[in-house]
């Protein structure tokens, strides 16, 4: 019922999914830019409904106050508090490994702000738990979300951010576009 209601909406503000793989079959660091509104959230909850996917999600702790806090976990959420520094990347890692259906779902960019370079944090976490990276873009111009082929990073940073930075180069954002990656 949620999956039709979410692809009716996205039917009348004429929203497409573009190349989506199939999900459910392999876990994942699902990485989502430009984030750049508010509005990202809702067509990620959309997305996540049509195609009937799970990946949790970080958001900052503040956000986890009741009665929000019951809806963010129900959907996947998981508080981070951004100032306190500890090994988030191995801790995730970990969980991968303990449970085979656990993927995550983040943008890059860790806010809505302009940044001058995307966080590495979702490479790492994907790079030692072994996992695919799937690239989406939101673009607001064309009112897509746009999915890139899944790939395994290599270990070399620089080298594969020459192809995210490639699939991110055009995507429109609602209030701007993505910079450098690195």
């Keep these: 019922m949620k999956k039709a209601i979410y692809q009716f909406l996205f039917r009348i503000f004429k ?10 079959s392999f876990q994942y660091v699902l990485i989502a830019a430009p ?3 508010n509005w990202d959230f809702f067509v990620g909850l959309a997305v996540k409904n049509i195609l009937k996917i799970h990946p949790h999600f970080f958001a900052k702790k503040e956000l986890f106050f009741f009665p929000f806090n019951i809806f963010l976990k129900a959907i996947g959420g998981v508080p981070v508090d ?6 988030l990347v191995s801790d995730i890692s970990k969980q991968f490994e303990k449970d085979k259906t656990f993927s ?9 702000k ?3 370079k995307f966080k590495t ?3 790492q976490i994907a790079y030692q738990a072994k996992v695919q990276i799937v690239m989406v ?11 890139a082929s899944p790939f395994y990073p290599t270990g070399n940073f620089e080298q594969d951010a020459v192809l995210i930075e490639a699939f991110y180069k055009d995507k429109k954002g609602k209030n ?7």
Excluded at 104 to 112: D, I, K, N, S
Excluded at 137 to 147: H, T
Excluded at 176 to 182: A, C, Y
């Design 15 to 24: 929203w497409k999914i573009i190349n989506a793989p199939e999900l459910n």
């Design 104 to 112: 995550l779902a983040l943008a890059p960019e860790g806010t809505r």
């Design 176 to 182: 701007r576009n993505v910079g450098s990656i690195i």
């Design 121 to 123: 944090g979702f490479y």
């Design 35 to 37: 984030h750049s509104s």
């Design 137 to 147: 873009g939101l673009d607001y111009e064309k009112k897509e979300v746009c999915f």
């Design 114 to 116: 302009a940044v001058p």
């Design 82 to 87: 951004r100032a306190n520094k500890h090994d």
